[in-house]
């Protein structure tokens, strides 16, 4: 099983392969499942800024195309700033549709984390359970 630091250099490692033309500002993750497997992303800017995607995003939309949507455990995602890397509100939105107990690894330049479950990162979230209807 793959450690959590090791998780935080992969997402570092996908830093180089960011598009960021406009913002220069490159972000890595990389999730861990339950089984080892390990997928990464990284951020893709476009001239239409909205249709711009997130690291997070990327490596989710990869693990979910390969199959795994109930068994994340831990993401790290990883910036080149002086703060940790917060994932934004769209992409706690994404990863607490699969799990809101995720481990959520954050990662400053200087390579220092620090974790929280994805349930505090975005308290009272939005999930599938929201869509239930009372009887």
Same mark, same amino acid.
């Given at each position: ?57 990327? #490596?989710?939309?990869?693990? *979910? +195309? ?5 068994? @994340? ?8 700033? !002086? ?25 400053? #330049?200087?390579?220092?984390? *620090? +974790? ?5 990162? @975005? ?8 869509? !239930?209807?009372?009887?």
């Amino acid at each position: 099983m793959i450690s959590d630091r090791e998780l935080v250099d992969l997402a570092f490692e996908m830093l180089n392969r960011s598009y960021i033309p406009y913002s220069k500002f490159p972000v890595g993750a990389a999730i861990a499942c339950a089984d080892g497997t390990v997928f990464t992303g990284c951020n893709v800017e476009n001239a239409a800024y909205g249709s711009t995607i997130c690291a997070e995003r990327t #490596a989710l939309v990869k693990a *979910v +195309s390969e199959g795994h949507q109930n068994d @994340l455990e831990r993401i790290a995602i990883a910036g080149n700033s !002086a703060d940790y890397c917060w994932p934004c509100g769209p992409c706690r939105q994404m990863l607490y549709e699969f799990n809101p107990n995720l481990t959520v690894l954050v990662a400053r #330049a200087d390579r220092q984390f *620090v +974790s929280f479950p994805l349930h505090e990162l @975005l308290p009272h979230g939005f999930g599938p359970k929201g869509l !239930a209807q009372a009887e």
